[in-house]
């Protein structure tokens, strides 16, 4: 069965600290996607990234990054020299299958950021 | 700008009644999606529609119903079979299509239902 797994239920720092999202995702399929979504209080979620499982390459987005490993089932999410304005809850989801937008959501987790 | 538009941001129900949220999205998109959240469980399938005149259920389909009679409007009703309605709804949308992967899922803002 497909699976994710966000083991950190919530996370506090200290605005400029470092952070890691912990991802672990189980799946059958040998083609599928990874996101990342982050759900500020407002409420709305907002898309961060989207990774398929041939692009092993890590990505940089600013003070985002992120670390896709197939050999261990893991795609994590780092935040460099955190803000305030990071404090939200991230999800980490998976594709069902490869022609479907039917996402799997890990429970999330909620980053606070104190000043 | 286009996106998706839910409505009522926060609603309350008695036991026993039906409710109705919305959903209209003006992105040109051919599906909609309808999650529910709840503290510490993620967000979990209710319905989704790939085309107009056409849903299938999603993991926690009962005690709920869909129509989809417009390309731009998804509305989810709440019925009184369903156990515990009390959470955190969300609509979604993607292109759909299929054929070269996941697409992006769009969300809305979201509705509260509280029921009393």
């Known amino acids: 069965a497909q699976k994710v797994t966000q083991a950190q239920t919530e996370i506090s720092v200290v605005e400029k600290e470092d952070v890691t999202l912990d991802c672990v995702y189980e799946t059958r399929d040998t083609t599928y996607y990874l996101f990342w979504y982050k759900q500020p209080p407002s409420g709305e979620l907002v898309f961060l990234i989207r990774r398929n499982s041939f692009d092993e390459q890590n990505e940089i987005s600013g003070r985002y990054s992120w670390n896709f490993q197939k050999s261990t089932s893991s795609f994590n999410f780092t935040i460099t020299a955190s803000q305030v304005v990071d404090s939200a809850v991230y999800f980490c989801?998976?594709?069902?299958?490869?022609?479907?937008?039917?996402?799997?959501f890990g429970t999330g987790t909620r980053l606070q950021v104190f000043p | 700008d286009g996106g998706i538009t839910q409505s009522p941001k926060y609603l309350f129900r008695k036991e026993g009644q039906n409710v109705t949220l919305s959903c209209e999205q003006n992105l040109n998109h051919d599906a909609m999606y309808w999650y529910r959240q709840d503290p510490g469980q993620g967000l979990r399938l209710i319905y989704y529609?790939?085309?107009?005149?056409?849903?299938q259920k999603g993991d926690i389909a009962e005690g709920y119903s869909v129509s989809r009679e417009k390309k731009e409007s998804f509305p989810l009703t709440v019925t009184s079979a369903q156990k515990n309605p009390t959470a955190f709804y969300l609509c979604a949308s993607t292109p759909g299509g299929g054929g070269s992967g996941a697409n992006v899922l769009t969300f809305g803002a979201g509705s509260r239902l509280t029921v009393l």
């Open positions: 529609s790939q085309i107009v005149n056409d849903f």
């Open positions: 989801a998976l594709s069902e299958g490869v022609n479907t937008d039917k996402l799997i």
